[in-house]
C-alpha cells in the first residue's frame, strides 16, 4: 500500500562539495526510512544557489556558449582561504569526509567556472522528471572524475549519459537560455539563505552538512 509522500526541496550550487556529501547522507537517511516505514517516498526538487557569483558572468541572452571561462580549482580554493597551504588542508578533510559519506571528492584537480548553464539545465532534466538523477551525474562528473562541466559542451556531455535526456534537445534549450530567468529569480530568492547545502523537508528546514541520522529524525517529523 502506498506511504507518504515526503516533498524535499534543495538548494544547491553544483561546484558545492558539501551539497555532494550532503545528497549522499541524505540518500543513506531515505533508504533507513523507509525500512522503518515502507512505502513511503520521497520528491526531491533542486533550487539554484550561485556560490561563487563573482567569479566570471555568463551573462542572460542567447546563444549559450560551448565553452566559458574557468579557472584552476586549487588556484580558486588559494585565493579564497588565503593560502594554499589552508586550501590544501581543507581539501583534505573534506575528501576524508566525502569518503566516509561513500563518494569521492578530488579536491584540487580540475577547473570551476560559472554555473549558471548548470542550474539552467537543471531546470530543463526537472521537465523530463531526470533532474535528480542528473544532478548526481554532474556531482560526480565534476568532483570525482574533475571534469569540466560549465559550458554548453560539458553540460551535454554527462546529459548524455542520462537516459531519458535528449542531449539535441537540451542544446537548443540551452542555446535559447530558456530556463535562464527561472534560474535568475531562484538565485534573487536564495541568496537570503547565506550558503548551501539548504534542505526543506516537509516544513522543516535544515542547513548544511548533516549526518544520515539527522536527516532521519528529520523525516520522522516531516511524515
Partial sequence: MPGPVIPISIVSDVVCPWCYVGIAQLQKAMGKFQLLHPGASFRLTWHAFELNQDLFDVGSTSPAPESVPVIAKLDHLASKFGSREV??????????????AGVKIDPFNGVIGPTKLVHEALVYAAEKDKQTEFMLALFEAYFSRSENIFGKAGITKVAATIDGLDVTELSDYLHARKGNKIVEDEIKRNRYIGGVPHYTIGKYEVHGGQDADTFVKVLEHAM
Avoid at 87 to 100: N, T, V
Wanted: charged content about 20%.
Fill in 87 to 100: 586550501a590544501e588542508q581543507r581539501g583534505a578533510f573534506l575528501a576524508q569526509r566525502a569518503q566516509a
